[in-house]
């Protein structure tokens, strides 16, 4: 099998395809950058992903980055691990999951973020935070809603949707927004607290350092 590394930053969008790299029981490596420290703009890292940004996956010289991409990349190399659909329809439905999530909830969370990307003007920077924030709120209750009925996203398929659904939970809890997830969105916070008894996912949270959902 092609060895694998994953370069990550514990707690950022990376983590969902720390956890499929998981889910796949396939050896691999992870190198962790510190995002704070600004290891991403260090030449070796840009060399790899000039982008500077995670997560990028090395396979031999070969470099994936974009975490929809990572994700169906990882599915569809490990056939064997179930985490891509085989139904035309359930792949749709997984393609539409990435998207709403990948487009909508992470622009969302950096207008909290990084607020600094979208204005240069110092006093703006306060309005753009609370209306990201209010953006935030509203799209997670749209996916409360898709989620109501329990289960996984594609409902009783465990895919790699859901380590992505993980991602947008754990920043929903986060200092940044602090919402409270179980209070808000308890459909949503079943499926967190599902994929915390995961092994794969105890084994990625348990790497970068961070609270499984309780």
């Not at 889910?23 to 992903?49: K, S």
Request: proline share 6%; hydrophobic share 45%.
């Amino acid at each position: 099998m092609t060895a694998r590394t994953l370069y990550y930053a514990p707690g950022a969008c990376s983590l969902a395809s720390h956890i499929a790299l998981e889910e796949t029981g396939r050896p691999f490596e992870t190198v962790r950058l510190d995002l704070q420290a600004g290891d991403q703009r260090a030449p070796e890292y840009l060399a790899i992903n000039e982008r500077g940004r995670v997560p990028a996956l090395s396979e031999e010289g070969w470099v994936l980055t974009e975490n929809t991409a990572l994700l169906r990349h990882i599915a569809r190399s490990h056939p064997e691990a179930g985490l891509w659909p085989e139904a035309l329809r359930q792949q749709a439905a997984a393609d539409e999951w990435l998207g709403w999530l990948s487009t909508n909830h992470h622009p969302a969370f950096a207008h909290v973020r990084r607020a600094e990307r979208y204005s240069a003007d110092e006093a703006a920077l306060a309005a753009i935070r609370a209306r990201g924030a209010d953006t935030y709120g509203d799209l997670c209750t749209m996916t409360e809603v898709r989620l109501s009925n329990g289960g996984w996203a594609l409902g009783e398929r465990y895919s790699v949707v859901d380590p992505y659904l993980l991602l947008f939970w754990i920043w929903g809890r986060s200092p940044a927004l602090g919402f409270d997830m179980a209070g808000r969105f308890p459909a949503w916070t079943a499926h967190a607290r599902a994929m915390a008894a995961r092994p794969a996912v105890q084994r990625a949270f348990h790497r970068e350092g961070l609270p499984l959902p309780a």
